[in-house]
């Protein structure tokens, strides 16, 4: 729920930007259709990935992994840098122009995404005298999401 939220925010940031680089809503939504498939698709490879040390190269837990497991910002920021270069591209563009566009949304995303993070309890911070419990556990944790965002 906060990823789509932290998503909807980049956008419309994005959205309310778009005249200093000459892009049509049309040519913004292009770019946000690939680079929310790329994105996601980007975020399950490196996920699956990092749980081949846990888990060993088997290819039935990869696939299952790939289709149903987490995601891993560094793979989607990946992902969805390479769909502003397969868009820029296909448009002609200028691939910078359009990073630099684009680099200010980054954080915006990730800000919301690891307040959801710290809510669903996937990700927690490390054992610390003060912070917050999660469900499931008896150790306090500092919130490494909270100081992210």
Do not use: N
Request: net charge positive; hydrophobic share 55%; proline share 5%.
């Amino acid at each position: 729920m906060f990823a789509t939220l932290g998503l909807c925010v980049a956008v419309l940031f994005l959205f309310l930007r778009s005249d200093r680089v000459r892009l049509t809503f049309g040519g913004l939504l292009a770019y946000l259709a690939v680079c929310t498939l790329f994105g996601f698709i980007g975020s399950r490879i490196v996920f699956a990935i990092s749980m081949i040390p846990t888990t060993g190269l088997q290819w039935p837990l990869v696939v299952h992994d790939l289709l149903y497991g987490g995601f891993v910002f560094y793979g989607g920021l990946l992902g969805v840098i390479a769909g502003i270069l397969l868009v820029t591209k296909v448009m002609s563009r200028d691939p910078r122009e359009m990073l630099d566009f684009a680099a200010p949304a980054f954080p915006l995303f990730h800000a919301f995404a690891r307040i959801g993070c710290l809510f669903a309890g996937c990700c927690y911070g490390i054992p610390w005298s003060w912070g917050v419990v999660l469900q499931g556990e008896t150790v306090i944790r500092f919130p490494v999401q909270l100081l992210e965002s």
